[in-house]
């Protein structure tokens, strides 16, 4: 086996990193009662970045890349060097005021638009039936395509029934694969429910090691929805980067407290999609499969949950 040794440099993550290549496997993990699935057919020849099958039969990526806060041409660079490195998973929102900078990203990486999995979200101000129709045309009109793998519901707000229909005559269209929500309560949801002809796919919450949402888990898996993490690194709030918990598990496997971050996310059975700007942070990120957090790592990195938000302006 050819290894490799990157050297990411001083700053968050100043840590030697020896990678292997990563096998493609089609064997089944077994995540604590969560069974997570390979891809079959690996996104790059030296990486297989595992799926998790959503409750309607769609595959989904684990690990993905995030693109709030990136814009302009800096945004379309990221994307398509994400793409060259072997990101498949894109997550991006109206909001985010982006879409049409990652789908230029995305035009030219010279990928195949069925290789990618690209997930938008509706904006509160665009809540409601005809509202969301429109936003939803508007997203993939930017992002230059015309169907969009995953479309959420930013946040429980305005006409969330309206836009819940909107969205299930889309997917009933084709033009979407999967509907799903974003920071959404188990009792938001529970009302969801009530009126939902299609069941949400995915809840997109808050999660970190210092935000953990177990009650949030064991909900979302109770009622087969997948877990999906924004701000994985709490985007380095508390200090996470430099945590010593952390970095004495990440001494053992030869990881970044990142690593270790993305690993344990994987192991609970949550999907993440880290953003950054820099290309050796993103091949550092996907270089966490070839190590397993043992039971006393998972326990220890579970005494860190303060069981609170870390992005208190966002509530």
């Excluded at 990526?61 to 894109?90: H, N, W």
């Excluded at 069941?199 to 009650?215: D, L, Y």
Aim: charged residues 25%; aromatic residues 12%; proline residues 3%.
């Amino acid at each position: 086996m050819n290894k490799k040794n990157y050297f990411y440099g001083t700053g968050r993550r100043d840590f030697l990193i020896t990678g292997g290549k990563l096998a493609a496997s089609t064997t089944l993990l077994s995540l604590g009662g969560f069974s997570l699935m390979s891809a079959i057919e690996p996104y790059r020849a030296d990486l297989a970045i595992p799926v998790v099958q959503l409750n309607n039969g769609l595959n989904m990526p684990m690990l993905g890349f995030g693109t709030y806060s990136l814009r302009g041409k800096d945004c379309e660079t990221y994307v398509a060097q994400a793409i060259e490195v072997g990101y498949r998973l894109f997550d991006t929102a109206t909001i985010y005021g982006n879409e049409e900078f990652v789908g230029a990203g995305i035009k030219n990486s010279g990928i195949d638009r069925k290789e990618l999995f690209i997930t938008s979200k509706v904006w509160v101000d665009d809540s409601g039936y005809d509202n969301t129709i429109k936003a939803f045309e508007t997203s993939i009109n930017k992002l230059g395509t015309d169907y969009l793998d995953l479309y959420l519901i930013h946040r429980p707000r305005g006409d969330v029934k309206g836009s819940w229909k909107a969205m299930e005559d889309l997917y009933k269209e084709g033009k979407i694969k999967a509907i799903g929500i974003s920071n959404f309560e188990p009792d938001q949801i529970n009302e969801l429910h009530e009126y939902a002809n299609v069941k949400p796919t995915v809840n997109q919450i808050e999660t970190h090691a210092f935000f953990q949402q177990s009650k949030s888990l064991e909900y979302l898996e109770k009622h087969d929805v997948q877990m999906e993490a924004w701000a994985p690194f709490a985007e380095g709030r508390n200090e996470l980067f430099s945590n010593e918990t952390l970095v004495e598990i990440g001494k053992k496997y030869q990881k970044s407290n990142a690593q270790v971050s993305l690993r344990w996310h994987l192991q609970r059975g949550i999907v993440s999609i880290p953003r950054t700007s820099k290309k050796a942070h993103m091949i550092e990120n996907l270089d966490i499969f070839d190590f397993e957090l043992d039971a006393s790592d998972m326990e220890t990195i579970a005494k860190l949950d303060l069981n609170i938000t870390q992005f208190p302006e966002w509530s």
